[in-house]
């Protein structure tokens, strides 16, 4: 059924490398694109790097986000409701490529809005804008034909959630067509839920590891820099979202525009997580 | 377009297409207990043990068969075709929803399951989830939208009755859609213990298959009782469809019988030509992936799902059972829309010539009824399924029509 691929390298491979020489966890970030407007949310986007953030996710918004508890649901209305399309988010990581082409940019939301716009014609104009990963939810490996074979012959990594629920039989089909990075989700859930337990992390971070040579990143409930630090010593990398998200909700004026403070906002708490990744202390040996 | 089968009863495929519609679009979490239902229904279909016990809860719990009731008055009113109605409204609960629960409730039984969610529109199906909760003693949790909440309050307050929790969802704009979303993460955060009872023939398969597997009953009764009043099949059928429950259950037995011509009906709302005005997703929509299926969805230009309207809180669902965008793209089954006028009228009318208050859904396929019967022979057959009473309905309809309830 699926034809044999090679694994794209994109930005995302040499940053994981470049990452490891340091010697320490990566720090992925997540923001919804377009929240709480396309130029504010621009500015966070070219923020981010010069924060600490090794790789950023970037959330393509879409009306029904499953998997998504109430930050980022809220994130996404703010972003639809101030006009965000799949087309001004191209161009939003499209200007941000124009000053940074080292930073790796992951696309992460749901299929029917790419679907949409035409899988062909998506990731063309993605690749071309600069994108180098997509993380998206609602496509299992059962269905990887949709996106993430046409995506692999594009040049675009696919990088897969594996969870609690994915046992050792199930592990090596989620992990075949997948590139850049695994994203371990640490809870059985929603974004933005739990805490997830470190030990508990370092145990499923390392039984993905016995299935895989690929760096394994964790998300779901990771929301402090003591936080990152912990997880973070368990794993390659962390990723943070929903925290973020709500640091945006929480610099908003009573009408939910963004102030002068808000970028400011997001960018301190990326610059104390990233500190967090940088104090982080290998839990065990590998 | 997808090409014409041989059969139009063989599909889903082992992975839940029917032509290019259906599949498994989750997250990963849920997959593996996707693919356990998957197993643990098909042990199901093959133990006949089961079948038996679905089969005795029917006769005596549910109140099957069905009758299927010759419409004298309304056909002499028409001056057409004879119409029948297949009469699922006067099951336990209501209507057909029942049908679908009893089945799941034995299999999150077998499958050693002890909590159960719904999601709910007009509130229908959660009151047959609420009855079947309390017959075989689960706890029962029902995710429904909280403008479906205010419009609905009997079928909430039953639901209380029976036990269940009713989580007023205030996500999105507040119905169906934004409830089956909050009910998916539920099962995403509880899923060992929890058994999803989708209600209607649409999400990740095996659902659609599943759901009208055990609505298929009803086309199977309808088949024996028309032969036997009429020693022929019908010419016509005619269903409304929501997420396409009931219609898929009547139709799927006929499916390949060519002289049978059938008709889906949706909620044509204010009319197609209104923007968002609708919840025809066949008639008005275009492909896409949602709750787990590809299917027909209203939806923007930029692929974000419209919330749809509809008088009727049942139809009031942005997508269709992806059977139903199979049928429409082979045109085995037409698929026309019926506005909230029309439905109003066709629910004053069979409530006045047959004395039979029919909830807003099958109002709709009513109304197609009173358009097609005058256009066909007096010894033409139509058979409509009569999915649902309009109890719940009383309120809506007393305030369109100006009563103060």
Not at chain 1, 101 to 119: F, R, W
Not at chain 2, 45 to 70: C, I, M, N, V, W
Not at chain 2, 80 to 87: E, V
Request: hydrophobic share 40%; net charge negative; proline share 6%.
């Amino acid at each position: 059924m699926s034809i044999p691929t090679h694994r794209p390298v994109t930005r995302i491979d040499a940053k994981v490398a470049a990452v490891k020489a340091e010697g320490r966890p990566a720090l992925v970030t997540f923001v919804t694109a377009g929240d709480p407007d396309y130029d504010t949310s621009l500015q966070i986007l070219k923020a981010l790097p010069k924060a600490g953030a090794d790789i950023v996710e970037f959330g393509m918004p879409f009306s029904d986000p499953m998997a998504e508890g109430p930050p980022i649901q809220a994130a996404t209305l703010r972003a639809l409701k101030a006009g965000q399309t799949m087309a001004r988010t191209l161009d939003m990581v499209r200007a941000f490529r124009a000053e940074d082409d080292a930073t790796p940019i992951v696309l992460m939301g749901y299929y029917n809005p790419i679907y949409s716009y035409g899988v062909d014609r998506f990731l063309a104009d993605a690749k071309a804008a600069g994108v180098d990963g997509l993380i998206i939810v609602d496509l299992p490996p059962e269905e990887d034909e949709e996106l993430c074979l046409p995506a692999l012959a594009a040049g675009v990594s696919f990088i897969r959630l594996a969870t609690p629920t994915t046992d050792d039989r199930r592990l090596p089909a989620v992990l075949a067509n997948t590139s850049g990075f695994v994203y371990y989700v640490s809870i059985t859930g929603i974004t933005g839920a739990g805490s997830a337990d470190p030990t508990r992390v370092a145990e499923a971070v390392a039984r993905i590891k016995r299935h895989t040579d690929l760096p394994v990143m964790v998300g779901f409930g990771v929301k402090t820099p003591a936080q990152a630090a912990a997880i973070g010593a368990a794993a390659d990398g962390v990723v943070v979202g929903s925290a973020l998200v709500n640091v945006v909700r929480d610099s908003l004026d009573g009408e939910g525009r963004a102030t002068a403070g808000t970028v400011e906002a997001v960018a301190g708490l990326v610059r104390a997580l990233a500190e967090g990744v940088r104090s982080a202390r290998p839990v065990a040996a590998e | 377009m997808t090409v014409k089968p041989n059969s139009f009863r063989t599909g889903p495929d082992e992975r839940g297409h029917f032509g290019i519609f259906g599949g498994r679009y989750v997250a990963e979490t849920l997959m593996p207990l996707i693919l356990e239902l998957d197993a643990a229904y098909e042990a199901a279909k093959r133990d006949p043990g089961f079948q038996a016990e679905l089969d005795a809860l029917h006769a005596t719990y549910t109140g099957r068969p069905s009758p299927l009731y010759f419409a004298e008055r309304l056909t002499a009113h028409l001056g057409g075709a004879k119409i029948y109605f297949k009469r699922d409204e006067l099951n336990h609960t209501g209507s057909h929803k029942i049908n679908n629960c009893l089945g799941q409730i034995l299999l999150a039984r077998r499958m050693g399951k002890t909590r159960i969610i719904a999601e709910t529109g007009a509130g229908q199906h959660g009151v047959a989830s609420a009855t079947v909760c309390a017959r075989f003693g689960f706890p029962c949790e029902v995710y429904m939208g909280a403008t479906d909440v205010q419009r609905q309050a009997p079928n909430v307050f039953r639901m209380k009755l029976l036990g269940a929790t009713v989580h007023p969802v205030t996500a999105g704009h507040g119905t169906l859609k934004d409830a089956m979303n909050e009910a998916l993460r539920d099962w995403v955060t509880n899923v060992e213990s929890t058994y999803y009872l989708i209600g209607t023939a649409a999400g990740p398969h095996p659902y659609p298959a599943m759901v009208r597997d055990f609505q298929s009953v009803i086309g199977k009764e309808t088949r024996e009782q028309i032969l036997a009043a009429e020693g022929r099949l019908p010419d016509v059928l005619v269903a409304a469809v929501g997420g396409g429950s009931n219609a898929i259950g009547l139709f799927h037995p006929f499916l390949d019988d060519d002289g049978v011509a059938i008709y889906g009906v949706e909620a044509g709302g204010h009319g197609l030509d209104v923007h968002n005005g609708h919840a025809a997703s066949l008639t008005g929509g275009r492909p896409g992936v949602l709750h787990g299926n590809r299917t027909y969805l209203l939806q923007d230009d930029d692929g974000q799902i419209l919330e749809g309207h509809s008088i009727s809180a049942g139809l009031d669902y942005p997508g269709i059972g992806p059977e139903h965008s199979f049928l429409k793209d082979t045109g085995r089954v037409t698929y026309v829309p019926i506005t909230d006028e029309e439905t109003l009228e066709a629910f004053q009318l069979l409530t006045k010539v047959e004395g039979i208050i029919p909830a807003l859904e099958p109002a709709h396929a009513l109304a197609q009824v009173v358009k097609l019967a005058p256009t066909l022979d007096k010894d033409q057959i139509i058979v409509m399924n009569l999915c649902g009473r309009g109890d719940k309905d009383v309120f809506t309809v007393g305030k369109l029509l100006g009563f103060d309830l």
